[in-house]
Nanobody, 123 residues
Framework: QVQLVESGGGLVQAGGSLRLSCAAAGRTFSMYTMGWFRQAPGKEREFVAARSRSGANTYYADSVKGRFTISRDNAKNTVYLQMSSLKPEDTAVYYC????????????????WGQGTQVTVSS
């Protein structure tokens, strides 16, 4: 089992940047594929990015490709989401998630979730 805690959210103007962090408690962080999802009010939770256990493979939603970067530091049990060129439509609660399985865009494939951190992008 792993506990996930996100941080780094906040209010930023369009075009700005934020870096989200997700710290994992547990000794087996490197065994998990890590993902980021987001959920805007009235919308379903959607995939943002994922990184494989070793960090060798990354996956992005088309809507964030080229603007967001997911990275992980297995020594620090932390996964990051660097967000640049932010747009008002990026406003959402961002969640990190972990799965023993391969990276997947389906949130149902992830076993553990953080509590979420709010990102608000003003126009």
């Amino acid at each position: 089992q792993v506990q996930l805690v996100e941080s780094g959210g906040g209010l930023v103007q369009a075009g700005g940047s934020l870096r989200l962090s997700c710290a994992a408690a547990g000794r087996t962080f490197s065994m998990y594929t890590m993902g980021w999802f987001r959920q805007a009010p009235g919308k379903e939770r959607e995939f943002v990015a994922a990184r494989s256990r070793s960090g060798a493979n990354t996956y992005y939603a088309d809507s964030v490709k080229g603007r967001f970067t997911i990275s992980r530091d297995n020594a620090k049990n932390t996964v990051y989401l660097q967000m640049s060129s932010l747009k008002p439509e990026d406003t959402a609660v961002y969640y990190c998630a972990a799965t023993y399985s391969i990276p997947d865009v389906n949130p149902g494939k992830y076993d553990y979730w953080g509590q979420g951190t709010q990102v608000t992008v003003s126009s």
